[in-house]
C-alpha cells in the first residue's frame, strides 16, 4: 500500500508503469546472450558427438571398410551376422564375467582401505597417498609396468617366486593372463578408496556412537549404521565402474602381444583377454569391416544401457536415501 504524503498531488511514477514493464527493468540478459554462452558446448556436442553417432548408425547398415568408395547398403545383414558369430558372443561373455568379478572386487577393496584409513594413526596422510597415487598413473604407463613385472622371464615377480622356491609362472599367456589383468585393475584401488573415505567423513559420530550406548558391536554398527549411509556412494561406483570395465580395451591391448601393437591384434590377445571391445577393434583395424564394426558398437551400447537401468532398478532394495526416507 502506497501512501502520499501531505501536499502531494500525484504518485511516484513507479507506480504510474505497468507491472509487466517494471518486470521488463530487471531483465538482464536476453534469450540469446543464452544461447551464445551456450554456443561453444553446443558446437562441440553437435560436432564430436550427435553427427558422429548419426553417422556410425548409417555405417552400421552397409558394408563400407573405411577405404574404398564401392560399397552399399545392406540394411540388417551386420546384426544378423554378428548375432550368430560365436566371436561375438565369447567376448561379450568375457566382458561381463570380468565386470562381474572387477568391481565389486573394486569397491570392496576401496571401501576397505578407506575404513583403514580412517582411523587416526601416524603419517596416516602419506598412507592415503601411497595408496591414491596409483589411480593418477596414465594407463599406458601402468600396462608397460605391470607386463614388466608379469615378463616369465626377467618379471620381478617371478624372481620373487624363485626366491620362494615356487615355480615360475607364465602370466602373460592363458589361462592366467585374465588373473594377471585383474591384479592390474585392482592395483588402482586409490580413486575409489578416496571417494569412500570422504563419505565415511560425512557421517555423523552421534549415530554410531548412539549404536555402541544401545550395545550394538563393530560388525552391527558396520552393517546397521555405516553401509545404509555409505549406499548412494557404493551405487555410484558400482554404475560407473560398470560401465568403464564393460568398455576395458586398453589395459588388456598392452598387457599382452608384440608390444601391444594393433598390427598384430590378431593373434597377440589371449584368448581370455579377448573382451567385447577388443572383438571391436580388430573389425575396425585388421579386417577393415566398419559396417560391421558399427553394428557392434550400437548392441554394445544397448547392451550397456540394459545394464545401467537395472542397476538403478536394483537400488531401491539396497540403496538408502535419507532424503526419500525422511518424506515417509
Do not use: C
Not at 203 to 210: V, Y
Amino acid at each position: 500500500m502506497i501512501r502520499v504524503q501531505p501536499g502531494q498531488t500525484e504518485l511516484p511514477p513507479a507506480v504510474h508503469q505497468p507491472r509487466q514493464q517494471r518486470r521488463r527493468g530487471w531483465k538482464r540478459y536476453s534469450s540469446r546472450t543464452f544461447y551464445l554462452f551456450i554456443l561453444p558446448w553446443l558446437a562441440g556436442f553437435l560436432g564430436l558427438t550427435l553427427i558422429p553417432l548419426i553417422y556410425a548408425l548409417l555405417v552400421s547398415f552397409t558394408n563400407f571398410d573405411g577405404i574404398s568408395p564401392h560399397w552399399h547398403w545392406v540394411g540388417l545383414s551386420n546384426y544378423r551376422e554378428l548375432l550368430r558369430n560365436t566371436d561375438t558372443w565369447y567376448s561379450l561373455g568375457r566382458t561381463l564375467f570380468f565386470t562381474v568379478l572387477a568391481v565389486p572386487l573394486n569397491v570392496a577393496g576401496g571401501l576397505g582401505l578407506a575404513m583403514l584409513l580412517n582411523e587416526r594413526v601416524k603419517a596416516v596422510g602419506v598412507l592415503r597417498t601411497i595408496f591414491y597415487v596409483p589411480s593418477i598413473v596414465p594407463v599406458v604407463a601402468s600396462a608397460i609396468m605391470w607386463r614388466l613385472i608379469f615378463d616369465r622371464d626377467v618379471g620381478v615377480l617371478n624372481a620373487v617366486l624363485e626366491r620362494l622356491r615356487i615355480p615360475v609362472i607364465t602370466w602373460l599367456v592363458d589361462p592366467t593372463v585374465f588373473y594377471a589383468l585383474l591384479i592390474m585393475i585392482l592395483w588402482g584401488l586409490g580413486g575409489g578408496m578416496v571417494i569412500s573415505l570422504a563419505a565415511l567423513q560425512g557421517i555423523p559420530q552421534e549415530l554410531e556412537e548412539a549404536a555402541m550406548v544401545d550395545g550394538a558391536n563393530g560388525w552391527q554398527i558396520f552393517r546397521r549404521v555405516t553401509l545404509p549411509l555409505l549406499s548412494p556412494v557404493l551405487f555410484f561406483q558400482v554404475v560407473t565402474g560398470s560401465i568403464t570395465s564393460l568398455q576395458i580395451f586398453v589395459q588388456p591391448l598392452l598387457l599382452a602381444g608384440n608390444g601391444g601393437g594393433v598390427q598384430g591384434l590378431g593373434g597377440s590377445v589371449p584368448r581370455g583377454d579377448f573382451f567385447y571391445m577388443i572383438n571391436v577393434i580388430q573389425q575396425f583395424l585388421v579386417f577393415d569391416r566398419f559396417g560391421y564394426g558399427s553394428a557392434m558398437l550400437w548392441i554394445f551400447f544397448l547392451v550397456i544401457l540394459a545394464i545401467t537401468l537395472l542397476l538403478f532398478r536394483s537400488s531401491s532394495f539396497w540403496v538408502y536415501y535419507e532424503a526419500d526416507h525422511d518424506h515417509e
